[in-house]
């Protein structure tokens, strides 16, 4: 599913109109975009957590080159799904 295709089934589902579906779809992925630059991690109950982390600096092998790499700490999100919808996408 695209965004766009959120959108719609926002739209579809909702008295908004697709202008103002495509309004509430982006200030949400704002706000989780927002929480997750500052570190913060996003609960969404019967959803998903999306966690926040940094990755530490670590050495790596350029296989073709034969060199040694170093790969910088970077920050990235990790999202874990909940039991719930776990449990609906198991049945």
């Known amino acids: 599913m695209k965004k766009n295709e959120i959108i719609d089934y926002v739209a579809k589902n909702t008295t908004l109109s697709r202008s103002q579906a495509i309004d509430a779809t982006q200030s949400v992925l704002d706000a989780i975009a927002s929480?997750?630059?500052?570190?913060?991690?996003?609960?969404?109950?019967g959803f998903a957590t999306i966690k926040a982390y940094t990755t530490k600096e670590r050495k790596a092998r350029n296989i073709t080159k034969g060199t040694e790499v170093v790969i910088p700490a970077q920050r990235s999100a990790k999202l874990i799904l909940s039991k719930d919808l776990k449990e609906r996408m198991n049945k």
């Open 35 to 45: 929480s997750l630059c500052k570190g913060e991690s996003v609960y969404v109950r």
